[in-house]
């Protein structure tokens, strides 16, 4: 008797194993997220991080994301890139082989991504990087790799053609960038639309990241140009601007890309800040509208600043928007959690459908050509620190006021 009933126990705990009506099924999505968390770009990490996180914790807020009437919640699983390349295509390789994660929202920096999206390809896991913008990522044609801020060879030149509309109109540029992929692509994209407005360049200079600045300003300061234009990272851009203070030399216009827009910049270098250009593709009072998650900028930029005591930048949105686009392509193919190859096949075929209104703005995946998987839905901004307040100053139809030029002194501050 006794033995004939552990025979049926045995029996029933197969079926159970073998029937997959009684099978185990992941009940969130498990996202691996690659940034750095550490390093010399610890800033620009934390600011991926915060649009990730902010992006999670409003889809877990209505109970996950909805997948044909049953809602699955999100879990980001991190990993630091140590602010270097082979450290980020490690941390991949662990997220895709050990923690078994779905999908991957990317890295802040472009040299970073440069180094994962050739793992993510090797493995077909798809990954949206809500930050990088050199151009050599889309150049690259990876499969897997999406961006959701466009390569900065699609943005650089709007604020150049913005400041050639000033009176008087500048004659001349002085161009520098740091030796990583994505500022040497600044300063680059720069270059180019400087030579295309006609723009005397009397100095383009690539220097190793991290270099003192006082020096090469020091020397560019004796040839008088109208604008400097400057392509680094965030903690680089202060150093930048306190270098040129040191100096002493104010030119008509400072012009600078990345990081200019985030909190921590202005609060840096205070009063400094103000009239210092910048180019982006969102600000907290970009006029969008959206029937997902936020309905518009303003209304993503209070939710950030009640999270995090900061309305956020672009790339912040950028990041919360990557998450979005994911969303978007799950829902399209009614995916669910612990998807297979065939099914992350179908998410990468989803995410270049994906065309949608966000409080980002449009979200759009080129499928060919020199931005290949970079979002070109976005119209790029010039925008100008005002008193302290970033405001749109170009192109004419986005004018939130009119933009401030020449810089006033930086002794008369």
């Not at 009437?69 to 890139?81: E, F, R, S, W």
Request: overall charge positive; glycine content about 10%.
């Amino acid at each position: 008797m006794k033995l004939g009933f552990v025979r049926t126990l045995l029996l029933i705990a197969a079926l159970l194993v073998a029937c997959p009506l009684f099978a185990a099924e992941q009940k969130s999505f498990k996202i691996g997220v690659i940034t750095e968390l550490s390093g010399d770009l610890v800033t620009g990490g934390n600011i991926t991080k915060r649009g990730y996180d902010l992006w999670a914790q409003e889809v877990n807020a209505k109970g996950g994301i909805d997948i044909k009437g049953t809602k699955y919640p999100v879990k980001l699983v991190y990993a630091d890139a140590q602010s270097n390349p082979a450290a980020g295509a490690a941390a991949a390789e662990r997220l895709i082989t050990q923690e078994k994660v779905d999908f991957i929202l990317g890295p802040y920096s472009s040299g970073v991504t440069l180094a994962v999206a050739p793992v993510v390809d090797k493995y077909k896991i798809p990954m949206i990087t809500g930050s990088a913008e050199s151009p050599l990522i889309w150049r690259n044609k990876f499969k897997y790799t999406f961006g959701t801020i466009p390569p900065i060879n699609f943005t650089g030149a709007t604020s150049i053609k913005t400041l050639l509309e000033m009176k008087p109109t500048p004659k001349s540029i002085a161009i520098i960038g740091s030796n990583d992929a994505f500022s040497k692509a600044t300063a680059e994209a720069y270059k180019g639309a400087a030579e295309a407005a006609k723009l005397k360049i009397v100095k383009f200079s690539i220097v190793p990241s991290g270099q003192d600045m006082t020096p090469l300003l020091s020397a560019v300061r004796s040839m008088k140009p109208d604008i400097i234009a400057f392509g680094g990272h965030d903690e680089e851009h202060v150093k930048f601007v306190k270098a040129l203070r040191q100096i002493g030399y104010t030119p008509k216009a400072l012009l600078m890309h990345c990081g200019i827009t985030d909190k921590a910049f202005t609060d840096a270098v205070g009063k400094d800040g103000d009239q210092i250009f910048g180019t982006t593709c969102w600000t907290g009072t970009a006029k969008t509208k959206s029937k997902i998650l936020w309905p518009n900028a303003a209304a993503y930029a209070a939710a950030s600043q009640k999270a995090f005591g900061n309305p956020g930048d672009y790339t912040q949105g950028g990041c919360s928007a990557a998450g979005i686009a994911f969303q978007v392509a799950l829902q399209k193919i009614g995916a669910k959690p612990g998807m297979d190859e065939a099914m992350r096949a179908k998410l990468v075929k989803a995410l270049e459908e994906v065309d949608v209104q966000t409080f980002y703005g449009r979200v759009k995946f080129a499928t060919a050509g020199e931005y290949y998987h970079a979002n070109v839905g976005l119209d790029p901004l010039t925008v100008q620190i005002q008193k302290g307040k970033i405001m749109t100053v170009g192109p004419k139809a986005s004018v939130e006021a009119a933009a401030q030029y020449p810089m006033k002194e930086w002794k008369s501050r």
